[in-house]
């Protein structure tokens, strides 16, 4: 019969918890970072201006994150050390970085003790690799809509602000309607009404 090993659980869970939790906090870091950097360069007319520019907010994100997830490599990898599992750093860091990735080669195995660290911090960067992702899909796309004009998320006109800020081509009252309009244009075409359905009005900007 074959005999398993006990695995423990409450103290590997414990020591995970700490280390995910700081790893939050450094991934905070390039977060908060590149929202600062591409803000700053909206303010010196940068964002969208050509594709270099483009190119180098897109590099400058990934490049933060990318260092973010090598720190919370090292951060496993000394916690795998100070837990008896490996004698030198490199050694750690290379399980770690395994662990981390979920490459999981299966070369170096931890002893029974500490065997569930492994899962834990993969689960732990499946996370923060998908933290990482929706923040460069975002930075991505606020430089395609702040490029291009035509691939901009309509915004919701409200009656309300009919008065002050747009006018009916056709003349007359102001329509009771919902309806979009294209972001920072011109002239605005009514897409649908409320519910849906074309209404043939045309709207204009003042100016």
Not at 65 to 90: D, R, S, Y
Not at 132 to 142: D, E, P
């Amino acid at each position: 019969m074959t005999q398993f090993p006990r695995i423990p659980i409450l103290l590997p869970l414990a020591i995970s918890v700490g280390a995910i939790v700081c790893t939050i906090f450094i991934h905070a870091l390039p977060l908060s970072g590149a929202v600062s950097f591409l803000r700053r360069q909206r303010r010196l007319g940068h964002v969208g201006a050509n594709f270099w520019y483009d190119f180098a907010i897109v590099a400058m994100t990934i490049s933060f994150t990318l260092v973010a997830h090598l720190i919370e490599i090292a951060l496993w990898a000394v916690l795998l050390e100070f837990c008896g599992e490996f004698p030198q750093f490199g050694t750690a860091f290379y399980h770690s970085a395994g662990n981390y990735t979920s490459l999981g080669y299966g070369d170096l195995i931890m002893t029974p003790a500490w065997r569930l660290l492994g899962p834990l911090e993969a689960a732990n960067g499946m996370l923060m690799f998908g933290v990482s992702t929706a923040l460069i899909f975002a930075v991505i796309q606020w430089l395609i809509q702040a490029r291009f004009a035509d691939l901009r998320q309509p915004i919701l006109w409200r009656p309300g602000y009919c008065s002050s800020g747009l006018r009916e081509a056709e003349g007359g009252s102001h329509a009771p309607e919902i309806f979009y309009a294209t972001l920072n244009s011109v002239n605005s075409k009514i897409i649908t009404g409320s519910t849906g359905v074309p209404t043939g009005r045309v709207w204009e900007r003042d100016v």
